[in-house]
């Protein structure tokens, strides 16, 4: 692919996915609206207040799942993992405070 199709095909799917969101809250609107008329006042808000909290939380675990970050035991974005450091004393790979090898306390992240 070349590189423009490839930005172009970024921006589209971005633009796709919050025309999808809007739906979804502009539908959850008028659903919410909707039971709010038929349903007797304390029991029509309670619905309303439940349906429009509810869809963006299903949206946004729908949106987890479709790029692979939300499942059992994952992190940030499916990284099981934790942050590894890169010593820049000695340039070795540790994980916590100190490098083990040489002590130094100056390291950096390694995502």
Request: with cysteine; net charge positive; proline share 4%.
């Amino acid at each position: 692919m070349t590189k423009t199709y490839k930005v172009f095909d970024t921006r589209l799917s971005a633009v796709i996915n919050y025309r999808t969101y809007l739906i979804f809250l502009f539908g959850s609107l008028a659903v919410s609206i909707g039971l709010q008329m038929l349903l007797p006042w304390p029991y029509g808000l309670i619905t309303a207040l439940a349906i429009f909290i509810l869809f963006p939380l299903f949206l946004r675990r729908r949106a987890l799942k479709r790029m692979g970050g939300f499942g059992e035991g994952s992190g940030f974005f499916g990284q099981s993992q934790g942050v590894k450091y890169i010593c820049l004393t000695c340039s070795n790979r540790f994980k916590g405070g100190s490098c083990p090898r040489c002590g130094s306390k100056m390291k950096r992240a390694d995502f």
